[in-house]
């Protein structure tokens, strides 16, 4: 059983940080593509960024120069630095991975974390 625990979101002031973080457990053999999403209220799911195996990043143009997204192998982890929030990131942030389990590759999702950025 693999799971993906998100955990970091909470609400925040316009202008402020946020670091979210996302660790995969159960019987993994490997992780590929890790990435988080977004949804806000009334609003389709949305990709904000991902880091595949290799390290090579790919942003989404609203978050480009604010949100920096890491991962560290050896933890199983994914992370995303927020800053210089704005209102418009206010949503739920889901976590996504590519998980190997023996021979099968599957794809797996978080509960999602609430980040709320308001005065």
């Known amino acids: 059983q693999v799971q993906l625990v998100e955990s970091g979101g909470g609400l925040v002031q316009p202008g402020g940080s946020l670091r979210l973080s996302c660790v995969v457990s159960?019987?993994?053999?490997?992780?590929?593509?890790m990435e988080w999403y977004r949804q806000a209220p009334g609003k389709q799911r949305e990709s904000v960024a991902r880091?595949?195996?290799?390290?090579?990043?790919i942003y989404a143009d609203s978050v480009k120069g604010r949100f920096t997204i890491s991962r560290d192998n050896a933890k199983n982890a994914v992370y995303l630095q927020m800053k210089s929030l704005k209102s418009e990131d206010t949503a739920v942030y889901y976590c996504?991975?590519?998980?190997?389990?023996?021979?099968?590759?599957?794809?797996?999702w978080g509960q999602g974390t609430q980040v709320t950025v308001s005065s």
């Open positions: 996504n991975a590519d998980v190997r389990v023996g021979e099968r590759l599957t794809n797996y």
């Open positions: 159960g019987t993994i053999f490997s992780i590929y593509n």
């Open positions: 880091v595949e195996y290799t390290g090579t990043t």
